[in-house]
């Protein structure tokens, strides 16, 4: 039992801490909201800085759909993206 806490203990000490990208951390709203037009393709209406870093770093990954949206979407309000 103790040698399982202990490797636990182990895993915990070496799991790398989750850290915003340098750059990011002193962008004000506007900046951030322009860096996400320039990443994502698109305008975004949020103020929210946590979530345009989220958002901005999930479209580096390529886990966000970018460019703009198509036509049905805007019309229909759907507000998913393609």
Excluded at 11 to 40: C, F, H, M, N, T
């Amino acid at each position: 039992m103790a040698k399982a806490k202990k490797d636990e203990e182990m895993i915990v000490k070496e799991s790398p801490k989750r850290q915003a990208p340098a750059g990011d951390k002193d962008l004000s709203i506007d900046q951030l909201r322009e860096k996400y037009r320039q990443v994502v393709g698109r305008e975004t209406e949020s103020r929210h800085a946590a979530y345009l870093k989220w958002k901005i770093r999930q479209a580096e990954k390529g886990d966000v759909s970018q460019g703009s949206r198509t036509e049905p979407d805007i019309a229909y309000g759907d507000k998913r993206t393609p």
